[in-house]
């Protein structure tokens, strides 16, 4: 009777502890790098960023509810992290409509950010505004990293009334996108084929690539010719053709000009040349 008395209470003991750790303890995810390497991630600390990255500019405010079911999350965690953020004023919360909005610290703190690519930013603009107003486009600047894209600079042409633009922090799907069949061609080959085989191919219009054979028949051609050609596979009417820029042998960016197709069509061969010369320039001086 003791020996089983004793069970039990080792048993409740082991319950205890588990409850214990699964509540105060963060579980470390494991995350591949660019490398290759595993980085482990804290999920409290995953899970903010990624509510943070549920806001842009077409998505201002969210309810509770709805990050909670874009995360996936259980709506008591979700309510938890934000009650914490809303304190420290990273997020805040509109009580007349109940929703919630990034908050004033990240302001604050954007006026003393230091971009790691500025050095890069500088270099590119002047070539930006040379290639935009050549072909009377717009031009743009992009850095690449984990797997995404990210749209930091666009020039206009002088000499053109209308323009095509990109929005800033919008999504770039890499099957369908210039600056995404880039990236991916670059990768080395193993993570290259990890990333395309986790992708799903979503179709934006009829032009757009779904079929993952095709795809790295596309990427193998992109990384033979230095350049990529987008060809109204995001949007009915538009195109892009962009360039790689390197720094150490790795792809950390595109240039590249986005117009209707017409334009890109009548400009593709002159323009894929001359963007692949100005990225070589470039990535020379970075």
Do not use: W
């Amino acid at each position: 009777m003791f020996k089983f008395l004793k069970f039990l209470n080792l048993r409740n003991e082991l319950k205890e502890t588990i409850v214990y750790l699964k509540l105060n303890v963060d579980i470390f995810v494991g995350c591949p790098m660019e490398d290759g390497n595993q980085v482990r991630l804290i999920q409290s600390v995953q899970r903010a960023l990624e509510i943070f990255n549920c806001f842009n500019e077409d998505t201002q405010y969210l309810s509770l509810g709805e990050i909670s079911k874009k995360l996936n999350l259980n709506i008591n965690t979700t309510r938890g992290i934000m009650n914490t953020l809303v304190y420290y004023d990273f997020i805040s919360h509109d009580h007349g409509r109940n929703k919630y909005c990034l908050g004033p610290q990240f302001s604050i703190k954007a006026q003393h950010s230091v971009s790691p690519y500025e050095h890069v930013q500088s270099i590119c603009e002047p070539y930006l505004q040379i290639i935009a107003d050549r072909f009377k486009v717009s031009a743009r600047l992009q850095f690449v990293s984990k797997n995404k894209v990210d749209t930091v600079k666009v020039i206009e042409s002088n000499d053109t009334y209308y323009t095509l633009s990109t929005k800033g922090n919008h999504f770039c799907p890499l099957h369908a996108s210039a600056s995404g069949k880039l990236l991916l061609a670059f990768l080395d080959e193993m993570n290259r084929n990890k990333v395309i085989q986790s992708l799903t191919l979503d179709r934006f219009t009829a032009k757009t690539m779904i079929d993952k054979t095709e795809l790295f028949k596309e990427i193998d051609k992109v990384r033979e010719n230095h350049f990529s050609i987008e060809d109204e596979e995001v949007n009915v009417g538009v195109s892009c053709i962009a360039a790689p820029l390197f720094k150490k042998g790795k792809i950390i960016g595109t240039i590249s000009v986005v117009s209707a197709s017409a334009i890109i069509n009548e400009i593709r061969e002159s323009c894929s040349k001359a963007l692949v010369q100005y990225a070589k320039e470039i990535t020379e001086r970075i």
